[in-house]
């Protein structure tokens, strides 16, 4: 890294945060991305933390004028290598843009700095105690900003949709300096192209979100979680659009491998309540009152039943559902040490017990353990292809890549919530034409004609 | 326009789909914006009704050869000269492509082709009575690729947003002819730039849409209707935050000027039902149950004449329902007459008491009767500026502006689902930077290289 460009970024954002010795500066290097699928970070970086979208416009210049990339840095829990710098470049943390701007109870509404992390906002909200962002992709050392350019999901899709649906105004300082305001605090805005949604999944590579501005809801009070076990993947997941098709709309329905759930549990330490079955389904609801909330889990079960459910269980104690939650999210924890790739395909929710069947002649054609967890809500699905003998399996990449070619052949995704980033951009050319991905390189010409911002990330 | 260009359209769509006599092409040369805003249409035109996107993209290819603009037409509903050919063009008719290709109920989706009328959409939903889509812009002769680059709205969007919230996929010929599928049947999605989010709202500019696939939703079944009358515009509209912020929402909101009423009753010879007061709320409401939609009537109502509500009417018959409704769609039919300009402003939905304050203080300076109907709820206004001795008053354009920098001021758009089209483009640098216009510059030649495309829209 050249000394002047380090010189310059001190003279901005002062000597205290500017990072440019290696051993300070690998905590920046990396996302949370599989310890064997992340690409390797360069180390000829340096890390500047700005405080302010003023501080951040001089830096986007000052790269420009150098031809010198930056990899805007977030939370640093994607999972597709977006944030790791892999050429010699300058690492932009957003962790000193941590403030809240307004919190707008009459609009519905909250403004956030890019660099707040989701734990910071759900804090503000629950000082307030009426409103209610559903967002929630899991991990919440997730900075706002990247949720944004990472259009995060999580397990509240179902309901309540992705990013997308609720980032409502963007501050964004442009990959030539400009720092502009994108939407506000509106729900319908039909002036001009919409580059508030061309920013919203652009990973870093179209901008930098200083500030971001979300719709808020009233929060539903009652607050239930039902565990439903079944024999077979079939059973279970035939009777999720049933579900939805009679007017119930959970806040979550996740479906999890007895397997993993066993395995999750013993990894913190906790019971797992279900024992019959074979695979479970998780179904979180929010309902304006205890009434609703006991009929529609009443019904839930009864649908469910009928769809060859051997077992139920409501949780009544907040104790009871964290248990069961906790089980669930702490599936990533618990396999990370053993996932050679943690994959990321969505399908239309009616195809997933046939993607599911293909799947397990796949596994059997490659002798490979692929078990699953899933926002079986929305069709989205996470497969560990686990490692052997503490090594990516030989067959990981044919594996995959019949994997991914089979969730397209029922018009699927290959990656629904966790980004394209640095690891599935080679698989670009399966989804999409040669004159869509000729489109997006022009897209990401016209905001960024130097190709400073993120270099190697989605194109 | 070139013989040849007319012959190559008739050996592509065949005799009886070419239309090139001007006395039979008159239909297919405006759309609904106000007669004495609408932009002057070119008569040197020719219209192709193609049947299918093969037909469609060889159209696309033959503009390209010859330079030749198209315009893309579909229902003609649409309200900012988007659908007017202003220089020689052929005017592409989409009225053919008019299939319903599947009701998914398995994945809550519904696929029809871009001619689908909304009327077509819904009569395919009522024969299978259990799912709804939410969108309804009024005209129901609006057909679903106009909607979906119009980024249609309509008076819904507080419950359910907008069409950007429930198109999930798109089939596009691109303005270079290549037949592409955006999207899918899918909830998430993060591959790639999203191109399906740049087509919504892009008004016929950047591709034709030719097939899309739209979310549906379980059916509500109890629907009611509330009437609450004020004495003013503020009490009327301090109080629907506050409603919001409880729990309810609404299917609709709709705030409508007395007067407005009164002369839409008359003009279709019902009787509005409201005497006391000057302004009124209208509230729709879709609920699970009857009980649910009665213990939320009432507690609107409680709210309401704890903000000075002073009389209100829960509509119990369906007979009471449509006449309320009726009277509130018919406004635009009832002054269309004399309007000269509508406009479609929005503002977050807490300051649209403060923006009414400053209109009615501009009204003031101009001397001017600015009548107002609004969806409140989401925070769009239609304001009618009305004519004087039938031609549009001398001060139209100025206080058109100071309205629009008004709004701007509370944060505001200058429309919020009309439209830029080619008669809101001039204000453009009202709202957006030099830089950003210049990027859609760029959007827009990145898919469209040769301008083909509805030129002289949005940009």
Redesign the interface.
């Given at each position: 890294m050249k000394q002047e460009i380090i010189n310059e970024l001190i003279q901005i954002v002062g000597t205290d945060y500017v990072v440019s010795d290696l051993s300070q500066m690998n905590s920046y290097l990396y996302d949370e991305t599989e310890f064997k699928l992340r690409p390797q970070a360069c180390e000829d970086c340096v890390v500047a933390k700005p405080e302010t979208p003023e501080e951040i416009s001089e830096i986007v210049k000052l790269a420009n004028r150098y031809r010198m990339p930056i990899v805007p840095r977030g939370g640093g829990t994607g999972l597709c290598g977006a944030a790791v710098p892999t050429v010699s470049s300058i690492v932009l943390s957003m962790e000193r843009l941590n403030k809240i701007v307004e919190f707008?109870?009459?609009?519905?509404?909250i403004t956030v700095e890019g660099g707040v992390t989701l734990e910071g906002l759900l804090e503000e909200l629950k000082k307030h105690d009426?409103?209610f962002f559903p967002v929630h992709p899991g991990d919440e050392g997730a900075q706002v900003g990247g949720m944004v350019v990472?259009?995060a999901?999580g397990v509240r899709?179902?309901k309540h949709?992705?990013m997308?649906?609720h980032v409502k105004?963007l501050e964004v300082v442009?990959p030539?300096g400009?720092l502009?305001n994108?939407g506000?605090?509106?729900?319908?805005?039909?002036?001009?192209?919409?580059?508030l949604?061309?920013m919203?999944?652009?990973e870093g590579t179209l901008g930098i979100v200083t500030k971001a501005t979300l719709k808020l809801y009233?929060?539903?009070p009652s607050v239930g979680t039902l565990l439903v076990s079944f024999n077979s993947t079939e059973d279970a997941s035939e009777v999720v659009?049933k579900i939805?098709?009679?007017?119930?709309?959970p806040l979550a329905v996740e479906y999890i491998d007895r397997e993993m759930a066993l395995l999750s549990a013993e990894h913190i330490g906790l019971t797992y309540p279900a024992t019959k079955g074979s695979v479970d389904l998780i179904f979180i609801l929010d309902e304006?009152n205890e009434d609703?909330l006991y009929a529609k889990c009443e019904r839930i079960v009864e649908m469910c039943e009928e769809n060859g459910a051997v077992d139920s269980l409501i949780a009544e104690t907040t104790k009871d559902q964290r248990t069961i939650l906790e089980i669930r999210s702490n599936v990533y924890t618990a396999y990370k040490e053993i996932v050679a790739d943690a994959l990321d395909m969505?399908?239309?929710?009616?195809?997933f017990p046939s993607l599911m069947k293909d799947i397990e002649a796949l596994s059997a054609k490659y002798n490979a353990k692929v078990p699953v967890v899933a926002?079986i809500g929305?069709?989205?699905m996470h497969h560990y292809i686990l490692m052997e003998d503490g090594k990516a399996p030989d067959y990981l990449d044919k594996l995959r890549e019949e994997m991914y070619e089979a969730t397209l052949k029922y018009?699927?995704?290959?990656?629904?919530?966790?980004?394209?980033g640095k690891i599935?951009k080679k698989?670009?050319t399966k989804?999409?034409?040669a004159?869509?991905?000729e489109?997006?390189h022009?897209?990401?010409?016209?905001?960024d004609p130097n190709g400073i911002l993120n270099p190697g990330t989605?194109?």
């Open positions: 707008d109870d009459k609009n519905l509404m009426k409103l990472e259009n999901g899709a179902i949709g992705i997308r649906n105004g442009l030539t400009e502009v994108l506000g605090k509106l729900i319908k805005n039909n002036m001009g192209y919409d580059l949604h061309m919203i999944g652009s009233a929060k539903n659009p939805l098709q009679s007017g119930i709309t304006a609703d969505a399908v239309p929710v009616a195809y926002h929305d069709g989205n018009g699927g995704t290959i990656t629904a919530e966790h980004g394209t599935r698989y670009m989804q999409y034409t004159r869509e991905i489109i997006m022009h897209i990401k010409k016209a905001f989605i194109l």
